[in-house]
Nanobody, 113 residues
């Protein structure tokens, strides 16, 4: 059974940095698509960054966020720099193998102004 566990969220001041981690178990992430999404209160979940054959970013985070993966640790990361209050949300990890999709439980990121 696949499980995704996010960590690294917290409270940070605007301009600061955080690194989120998503540890996968039950299946290797070396050949799949991994992504980060976020959901702010009262808003729909939105795409943040993805890693597959290439990496993609939402326009709102380009140049500030970096997605990476450590296949040996079966973990994907999201390095978030120059954080803004509008980045405040619950961040979710998503793993896709073909038609199978898995989500983590989410980790809260709060950026104070």
């Amino acid at each position: 059974q696949v499980q995704l566990v996010e960590s690294g969220g917290g409270l940070v001041q605007a301009g600061g940095s955080l690194r989120l981690a998503c540890a996968a178990s039950g299946r290797t992430i070396s050949t799949n698509i991994m992504g980060w999404f976020r959901q702010a209160p009262g808003q729909e979940r939105e795409f943040v960054a993805g890693s597959g054959s290439s990496t993609r970013y939402a326009d709102s985070v380009k140049g500030r966020f970096t997605i990476s993966r450590d296949n040996a640790k079966n973990t994907v990361y999201l390095q978030m720099n120059r954080l803004k209050p509008e980045d405040t949300a619950v961040y979710y990890c998503k793993a896709t193998w073909g038609l199978q999709v898995y989500w983590g439980q989410g980790t809260q990121v709060t950026v104070s102004s």
